[in-house]
């Protein structure tokens, strides 16, 4: 069983940054992606990012392309999403999940594993 623990959330005003980080509980294996959702109020969770453990390939939301970054630390088991130019629109719970299928796609009935989510607010 995979533990996912995020933080770093938190207010900012419009332009600003966030970082956040996920850390895993456990061992990262092979076939292991980690991946970035969220989920504003009244709104269905949306896809935001994702990273493959091994290659280090992405795939990322095409709201979010050019702003966010995803990236991995190995040795910490540890995922992190850096949140560059926040807009009010991305206001949200950013939930961190993981998958064991190779999977860096938006369907998130795929990640297996998920976090308990960390609030985002972006004020204009």
């Known amino acids: 069983q995979v533990q996912l623990v995020e933080s770093g959330g938190g207010s900012v005003q419009a332009g600003g940054s966030l970082r956040l980080s996920c850390a895993a509980s456990s061992r990262t294996f092979g076939g292991y992606a980690m991946g970035w959702f969220r989920q504003a109020p009244g709104k269905e969770r949306d896809f935001v990012a994702a990273?493959?453990?091994?290659?280090?390939?992405?795939n990322y939301a095409d709201s979010v392309k050019g702003r966010f970054t995803i990236s991995r630390d190995n040795a910490k088991n540890t995922v992190y999403l850096q949140m560059n130019s926040l807009e009010p629109e991305d206001t949200a719970v950013y939930y961190c999940a993981a998958n064991y299928l190779n999977y860096i796609g938006s369907r998130g009935g795929f990640y297996a594993y998920w976090g308990q989510g960390t609030q985002v607010t972006v004020s204009s």
């Open positions: 990273i493959l453990w091994n290659s280090g390939n992405t």
